[in-house]
């Protein structure tokens, strides 16, 4: 059963889950101008759609006194459901395996979030099977795994320091990707067209684990 502090650490990860939505809304034409260029131009309102469905799914959750394991795996399901498309089945596989490292019945470690967001980008290469170089948020997302580091961090605030560190690392990637032709997840016939733009997932993975970053060092 959820307890006091497992509660309290659940509408934490609720709060996160709101700045996602508030983020995803801000980006949306921009992400969706850069998917345009040489994708369908519907990364923006994927990622809108998706977020503002996990934010809700998790406000019901908390509201009915869920913890964080079933918090994160419903926010998961509602994100894939809600925004349809490729990348919001991956974020949504990647919230319900970084709630998989939690448990309902006690708050969360510093130690746990930085291993929920490792589980979360795992399971969106198993997903995917993308490699890196092909022009996809994974683009973003490894680099970003190997900023963070594999040791357990000495507290909370070891944690987002190494989380804010490890976004710039992946925003820097995200950028590089304007120089490289979409092989996986697009058009082949569009791989051209991409020259000099950015993939639009790895754009908004970095953005989300910057702004992540930033809220939890606060
Ligand atoms: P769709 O491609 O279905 O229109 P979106 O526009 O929301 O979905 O998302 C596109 C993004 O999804 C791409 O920019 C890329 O980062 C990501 N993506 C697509 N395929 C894969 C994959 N196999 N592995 C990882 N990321 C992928
Ligand atoms: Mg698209
Ligand atoms: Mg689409």
């Known amino acids: 059963a959820a307890t006091e502090e497992s509660r309290t650490y659940a509408a934490k990860i609720g709060a996160v889950l709101d700045l996602f939505e508030s983020v995803c809304a801000r980006e949306e034409a921009e992400l969706g101008r850069i998917d345009a260029i040489a994708g369908d131009g519907d990364h923006g309102q994927g990622m809108a759609y998706g977020s503002k469905g996990a934010a809700a799914a998790a406000r019901a959750a908390i509201e009915g006194g869920a913890g964080a394991r079933t918090v994160l795996v419903r926010a998961g399901d509602a994100w894939a459901e809600s925004a349809g498309g490729t990348s919001g089945a991956l974020w949504g596989a990647a919230l319900t395996a970084a709630g998989r490292v939690h448990s309902d019945d006690a708050a969360g470690t510093p130690a746990q979030t930085l291993e929920a967001i ?101």
Do not use: N, W, Y
């Not at 979360?120 to 900023?147: N, S, W, Y």
């Not at 507290?155 to 950028?175: F, K, Q």
């Not at 490289?180 to 991409?194: F, H, M, N, P, Q």
């Open 118 to 218: 490792r589980a979360g980008i795992d399971a969106i290469q198993r997903l995917g099977g993308a490699k890196v170089g092909q022009k996809t948020m994974i683009d973003a997302a490894v680099p970003f795994l190997d900023a963070l580091g594999a040791q357990d961090p000495a507290d909370g605030a070891e944690a987002s320091r190494r989380i804010v560190e490890a976004a710039v690392v992946a925003r820097e990637a995200a950028d590089a990707t304007a120089q490289i032709t979409a092989e996986k997840g697009r058009s082949r016939v569009l791989g051209e067209k991409s020259l000099g733009t950015p993939d639009p997932g790895a754009i908004s993975f970095s953005i989300l684990m910057a702004e992540l970053g930033a809220h939890l060092a606060d």
